[in-house]
Nanobody, 125 residues
Framework: QMRLVESGGALVQPGGSLRLSCAASGFTLDNYAIGWFRQVPGKEREGVSCINNRDGRTVYGDSVKGRFTNSRDNAKNTMYLQMNSLKPEDSAVYYC??????????????????WGQGTRVTVSS
């Protein structure tokens, strides 16, 4: 059974940094394109980034470009989202998921599956 588990969410001050983890079990993470999403109450799930498994290239949402970075540790079957220069508007529950197309042609949530349970990030002073 494919399973993703997010962790690393916390309360952090504006301007701070945080690294989220997305650990996979039941499948090899490197064989899939993986997306990060975030959601706040009352809003749709927003695509944050997507990393292609074939070439490692990553697509970032405009709101996080230059601040967030994806990386993989294939030995740990885990993907990371390094978040720097955090802003209060980055506060959300963050999720990782597998692309149903197995590429990053789309960062729409309905094109992804095997969702984790999410990890909460709060950016506040």
């Amino acid at each position: 059974q494919m399973r993703l588990v997010e962790s690393g969410g916390a309360l952090v001050q504006p301007g701070g940094s945080l690294r989220l983890s997305c650990a996979a079990s039941g499948f090899t993470l490197d064989n899939y394109a993986i997306g990060w999403f975030r959601q706040v109450p009352g809003k749709e799930r927003e695509g944050v980034s997507c990393i292609n498994n074939r070439d490692g290239r990553t697509v970032y949402g405009d709101s996080v470009k230059g601040r967030f970075t994806n990386s993989r540790d294939n030995a740990k079957n885990t993907m990371y989202l390094q978040m720097n220069s955090l802003k209060p508007e980055d506060s959300a529950v963050y999720y990782c998921a597998t692309s149903l197309y197995n590429d990053c042609r789309s960062t729409v949530a309905t094109d992804f599956g095997s969702w984790g349970q999410g990890t909460r990030v709060t950016v506040s002073s």
